[in-house]
């Protein structure tokens, strides 16, 4: 989250812009075409936690701290917190938690959907990295074109009507169907081996 001690000397114009800057550069992060995983090995307060909800995936240790605490600073979430807490875990669970500026464990994250995966933490304080960095390992194969596109489908579709999304999707496939690596994909099939995708 954000430096208290360094907000309390701001103007109340400077707040703005730096909020304003965090917000845009949050948004940057939902926005990347990859899929991006936050790991939370320890505290992830205020903008620390609205840049794991700006990620796809979250993974946390059990003894994580997290929580949007902008209530008992007397403001609210600025860089999207209010918006991306209740899409993940529903909107009255995320009023009760902002409203009460509550700070939640990894087990409590992960009973309420906030993160995915809870681990135990390790002697090097990296449990939640370690485990991010084996669930990318298990994206890495994947067809590149084809990863872009369903981040794509899933983000666009998850804001409209159920018919909406279904026709984002179908665009979205278009785009995969005239890929070397789709041929690439049925090839390697095929074959019995590995696909060799170059993300064309």
């Known amino acids: 989250g954000a430096d208290l001690k360094e907000r309390a000397k701001m103007h109340s114009s400077e707040v703005s812009s730096f909020v304003s800057k965090a917000r845009a550069a949050i948004n940057e992060m939902a926005n990347l075409p990859v899929p991006t995983i936050a790991a939370i090995d320890g505290t992830a307060l205020g903008g620390g936690l609205e840049l794991a909800l700006a990620c796809d995936i979250r993974i ?25 807490l209740p899409r993940t875990i529903g909107v009255s669970l995320a009023k009760e938690l902002i409203f009460s500026a509550r700070i939640v464990d990894g087990e409590e994250a ?14 090097a304080g990296d ?12 994206f890495l194969p ?17 804001e409209v009507d159920l018919v909406t999304g279904l026709a984002i999707e179908e665009a ?26 170059k993300g064309e």
Not at 69 to 80: D, R
Not at 172 to 197: H, M, N, S, V
């Open 60 to 84: 946390a240790a059990s003894s994580a701290k997290m929580g949007l605490v902008e209530t008992k600073l007397a403001i609210i979430p600025g860089a999207g917190g209010t918006q991306r």
């Open 110 to 123: 992960k009973s309420i959907g906030l993160i995915s995966h809870v681990v135990e933490q390790n002697e």
């Open 142 to 158: 994947q067809g590149p074109v084809a990863m872009r596109v369903a981040k794509l489908a899933i983000n666009q579709g998850m």
């Open 127 to 138: 449990a939640a990295y370690r485990r991010a960095l084996a669930l990318a390992k298990e």
């Open 172 to 197: 979205c496939y278009a785009q995969t169907i005239p890929t070397k690596d789709r041929i690439e994909g049925l090839l390697a099939f095929k074959e019995k081996r590995p696909p060799r995708y």
